[in-house]
């Protein structure tokens, strides 16, 4: 029985979407990252969670869509401290469509390279009925 997850595409995603979201941070706050190891260990890894999470649908579509939908949902979790930063003059505040293009091009990558690794392999994608 063929697999329904799509490891290349957890892997694509999540090396895509951590570079993705480190590069975004330090666009908007480029001081953050100085002596602030940790801020971006914990970027980088929630880049890579949102990106492994949307490239193992491993689908191009689905990956776009659930990319965009987890990076406005850890946006919003984080919207406070971002705000605050921004308030004390460290950065520029990220717009909307900057977020949602973060979690959605590695999505969509991701699921792009599960989607040729499947074709490529012959595996037929499982349909599950209820």
């Known amino acids: 029985m063929a697999s329904s997850v799509s490891w290349t595409g957890l892997a694509v995603g999540a090396l895509v979407g951590a570079a993705a979201r480190v590069g975004m941070t330090a666009l908007h706050f480029p ?6 190891y940790a801020v ?3 970027v ?19 990956g776009t869509v659930v990319g965009a939908a987890l990076s406005v949902l850890f946006f919003l979790l984080v919207l406070p401290f971002a705000g605050l930063f921004s308030f ?3 950065g520029a505040f ?28 012959g595996d037929a994608p499982v349909v599950r009925n209820s």
């Open 40 to 42: 971006g260990v914990y």
């Open 44 to 62: 980088a890894v929630v880049g890579a969670i949102v990106g492994g999470l949307a490239g193992v649908t491993g689908r191009v579509v689905r």
């Open 88 to 90: 004390l003059g460290a």
């Open 94 to 121: 990220p717009a909307w469509w900057q977020m949602l293009a973060v979690g959605a091009i590695p999505g969509a990558i991701g699921g792009g390279v599960g989607q040729m690794v499947t074709k490529r392999r």
């Open 31 to 36: 001081g953050i990252f100085g002596e602030q």
